[in-house]
């Protein structure tokens, strides 16, 4: 079996998730016998490996619908209608994201790596902070302010276990202090003997921080999520700083190819290994490890999820200007039309008719017609996923593969993660674009953006304030490039950005007379679009722009310790 960046970690070892305690419980001793272990490079290299199974991916075979990564946004919903978006969350006793097992685990490994000084000790050290740091950005994104708790704690740490939520800032300086410990211990890609996390993925996910909360404090200067006033151009810089060092260290590059199939074939494989632009991803194997290793992206697809109308309207044509400009937009009343002389990762991200849906194990080919929009299978807008969507049966099983492969980070996110922070500065200049939103254009054979050309498009998003054309452009890009891999919320959310879907609802595909001879009982709106959610929130997302932005702390951890404060408006 191939070795892979995101490692298995097996059960013959030790598990790392089976305790439910708080972090504010003591260290896990129950799991380690501490006087046999911490004394050879493989114990670190052990202990540190399961700290990958913490990272998320598809669901498990066997649990049903596989709902994608995007969904619950502006341009991707799932067929049940999901809380946070609709601002109908409630205030959890206990659970809620407010969990800090997989911190407690590192905290300990840090607390022991130093035992060990040989071997590969630096490496597997520069892991256990970068988990941390993962680990600590996760819950930044959902509560905010936090207590910062750096070491395994036991029963006498009253300080810490009774200690107040430190100011968002201060967590980001927090989880950037643990990143460049990790960047300094971590070897690069071709010094490892196997694939691991390494220096330029610790790099990539520093800028990925930074951009976060220096966009959070800016575009939440003014309300009760920033911070003292804060612009936020700091941070904004050290993404700019480190994502110009993971694209000058040419040790990752873009994948080219076929501009007609090579976006669309990066994200339906099984093994990435060979792939240049792949940093950091995930292996599923169900015939070798079980259905906890197989996925239902493929098996139940579409997985009840659609594109909605405005993500569709969002590609440019392939003369590089807007729809609603260009002379080449075909209009969409019907999904063939859609995607003629657009950029052609709108073909490689939707099924439109012609597209192949299946081969079977004897190679029978079966062509997409239109969508299923009932039954299991539903999708809700009518404009399905083709990306992730590998037709070719397994022959071992006779079934759609599970063993599409999830990507957590590719080179694609340093390129846009560059350009934002460089427009964002103000500093933005033609060869910034060049070097970044221009090589992913001329990956699929798109136009160059020219800064001192940009066409001024009457249905750029309106985000409630001033954004320049060169940054509506590279939001534009953004979101093109990364739809349906998971950015897309975290995007809203720094960006302050509840205009573009509070109030409103999300449109499907226009609702033509082939849909309706197959399903006739569908809502649709007044100008004749798929209204999926029309009778279930007629007044759109209730979305609370004074209090969703952050999740609630659970109200037993309030009772437990007074000082965690609430977050606004719950």
Avoid at 343 to 350: E, F, H, I, M, T
Wanted: glycine letters at 8%; one cysteine or more; aromatic letters at 12%.
């Amino acid at each position: 079996m191939k070795k892979i960046i995101y490692l298995i970690f097996v059960a013959a070892g030790m598990s790392l998730s089976s305790c439910n305690k708080d972090i504010l419980d003591k260290a896990p001793l129950d799991q380690i016998s501490e006087p046999e272990f911490w004394k050879t490079d493989n114990d670190l290299k052990l202990y540190v490996t399961g700290l990958y199974n913490t990272f998320g991916g598809w669901a498990s075979y066997g649990t049903g619908a596989a709902s994608l990564p995007d969904n619950g946004t502006d341009i991707s919903i799932f067929a049940e209608i999901p809380t946070r978006i609709n601002g109908t969350g409630t205030i959890p006793a206990t659970g809620g994201g407010w969990v800090w097992t997989n911190i407690r685990n590192a905290n300990y490994f840090l607390a022991n790596v130093g035992k060990v000084k040989t071997g590969s000790y630096k490496q597997y050290k520069g892991e256990g902070y970068f988990f941390r740091a993962s680990f600590y950005f996760s819950l930044l994104k959902s509560f905010g302010a936090l207590p910062i708790i750096d070491r395994p704690l036991n029963n006498n740490d009253v300080d810490f276990l009774y200690a107040e939520r430190q100011p968002r800032n201060k967590i980001a300086d927090f989880i950037i202090a643990d990143l460049d410990s990790a960047i300094a211990n971590l070897s690069l890609k071709a010094q490892l003997a196997e694939p691991r996390i390494n220096k330029d993925v610790a790099l990539l996910f520093k800028a990925r921080v930074c951009l976060f909360e220096g966009t959070w404090e800016k575009y939440h200067k003014n309300d009760v999520f920033g911070v003292n006033g804060a612009d936020g151009s700091a941070y904004i810089q050290k993404a700019a700083d480190a994502a110009k060092l993971v694209i000058d260290g040419t040790r990752y590059t873009l994948k080219t190819g076929d501009i007609t199939k090579v976006y669309y074939e990066m994200f339906n494989q099984s093994d990435l290994t060979s792939n240049p632009e792949i940093m950091f991803w995930k292996q599923y194997n169900i015939s070798t490890f079980g259905n906890a290793y197989g996925n239902d992206v493929n098996a139940t697809w579409p997985n009840k999820t659609g594109f909605t109308n405005e993500m569709i309207g969002s590609y440019l044509c392939s003369d590089g200007l807007p729809i609603s400009i260009s002379p080449l937009y075909k209009g969409d009343a019907n999904l063939t039309n859609v995607i003629i002389n657009r950029d052609p990762r709108l073909k490689q991200s939707v099924m439109t008719p012609g597209d192949i849906q299946s081969v079977n194990v004897s190679g029978a080919v079966v062509n997409f017609t239109i969508p299923t929009l009932t039954g299991i299978n539903l999708c809700p807008t009518a404009y399905e996923y083709k990306k992730f969507r590998q037709p070719q049966y397994d022959a071992a099983t006779g079934l759609p593969t599970r063993n599409t492969a999830f990507i957590h980070m590719r080179f694609a996110e340093a390129l846009l993660t560059y350009a934002e922070a460089k427009a964002e500065l103000g500093s933005i200049t033609q060869g910034d674009i060049d070097l970044s939103i221009n090589k992913l254009r001329s990956r699929v054979g798109m136009p160059n953006l020219v800064i001192s050309n940009i066409t001024v498009d009457p249905n750029w998003p309106d985000y409630g304030y001033s954004v320049s054309p060169v940054l509506q452009e590279i939001r534009r890009e953004r979101k093109v490039e990364f739809f349906g891999e998971g950015y897309r919320w975290d995007d809203l959310m720094r960006w302050n950005a509840h205009k573009l879907f509070i109030g409103k609802r999300p449109q499907g595909a226009f609702y033509t007379a082939e849909f309706k001879a197959k399903n006739k009982t569908l809502t649709f709106d007044a100008l004749g679009y798929l209204d999926p959610y029309q009778k279930s929130i007629p007044n759109g997302y209730g979305f609370n722009p004074a209090r969703d932005y952050l999740l609630p702390i659970p109200t037993n951890e309030i009772t437990l310790n007074p000082k965690l404060t609430q977050n606004p408006g719950w």
